[in-house]
């Protein structure tokens, strides 16, 4: 009877020993439970991820260049204090000056900076209505900007050209631009009389 007591006893410690130990069981199945919830955010994540890329493409395709978005000139207008002042009496065959001052605005009519070269071309009118070219400039890049002044009148680009021959009886000068910017597909131009301004004869002060 002892000894059947005895091995009942050995093999109970025998299980108490390699068996699962208290709450063995539901750790495993908790641990199963989270794997199957990150597998599922996982999939929920990609699915996230393709959608959302669907939509940037979509954007791009509306807006084919990031450029759409940038503010960029639309157009060129004269500003205040466009002239042409003939060189001083005082010194005979001193070239006269195109002192143009012009502005680029975006659609909304505000100014925004363009990035040039350019091309000046100045002419006047001749008595049987052609056209005489007095001077063609090309402006860089760089003197482009460099020519940007902020004042009491606005933020304009000023013109500064020499005018070799100036003829004496011009009222005016027809002086036409042609910009281009890094944001244009095509070069903006721009078109305008500018008034001769001459100093008041002894006489006529």
Same mark, same amino acid.
């Given at each position: /009877?002892?000894?059947?007591?005895? /091995?009942?006893?050995?093999?109970?410690?025998?299980?108490?020993?390699?068996? $699962? @130990?208290?709450?063995?069981?539901? =750790?495993?199945?908790?641990?199963?439970?989270?794997?199957?919830?990150?597998?599922?955010?996982?999939?929920?994540?990609?699915?996230?991820?393709?959608?959302?890329?669907?939509?940037?493409?979509?954007?791009?395709?509306?807006?084919?260049?990031?450029?759409?978005?940038?503010?960029?000139?639309?157009?060129?207008?004269?500003?205040?204090?466009?002239?042409?002042?003939?060189?001083?009496?005082?010194?005979?065959?001193?070239?006269?000056?195109? =002192?143009?001052?012009?502005?680029?605005?975006?659609?909304?009519?505000?100014?925004? @900076?363009?990035?040039?070269? !350019?091309?000046?071309?100045? !002419?006047?009118?001749?008595?049987?209505?052609?056209?005489?070219?007095?001077?063609?400039?090309?402006?860089? !890049?760089?003197?482009?900007?460099?020519?940007?002044?902020?004042?009491?009148?606005?933020?304009?680009?000023?013109?500064?050209?020499?005018?070799?021959?100036?003829?004496?009886?011009? =009222?005016?000068?027809?002086?036409?631009?042609?910009?281009?910017?890094?944001? =244009?597909?095509?070069?903006?131009?721009?078109?305008? $009389?500018?008034?001769?301004?001459?100093?008041?004869?002894?006489?006529?002060?």
């Amino acid at each position: /009877m002892w000894a059947t007591a005895s /091995m009942v006893l050995a093999v109970a410690g025998c299980r108490a020993t390699v068996g $699962p @130990q208290d709450g063995a069981v539901e =750790q495993a199945t908790r641990v199963s439970e989270l794997e199957s919830e990150v597998a599922a955010l996982k999939v929920r994540l990609a699915e996230a991820t393709a959608r959302l890329d669907a939509i940037r493409d979509a954007g791009h395709e509306s807006r084919p260049t990031d450029l759409a978005v940038v503010p960029r000139p639309e157009l060129i207008v004269e500003a205040t204090g466009s002239s042409v002042r003939p060189g001083p009496a005082t010194v005979p065959g001193s070239p006269a000056t195109l =002192q143009w001052r012009v502005r680029t605005e975006d659609a909304r009519g505000r100014f925004v @900076q363009s990035t040039g070269p !350019a091309e000046v071309v100045a !002419a006047t009118i001749a008595d049987d209505g052609s056209a005489v070219e007095l001077g063609r400039w090309t402006i860089t !890049a760089e003197r482009w900007r460099d020519s940007l002044r902020e004042g009491l009148l606005g933020t304009a680009y000023a013109i500064d050209l020499p005018i070799a021959a100036l003829p004496s009886e011009a =009222q005016f000068l027809l002086v036409r631009l042609v910009l281009e910017d890094v944001r =244009q597909e095509e070069p903006l131009r721009f078109e305008s $009389p500018v008034p001769v301004v001459r100093p008041l004869a002894e006489g006529d002060r």
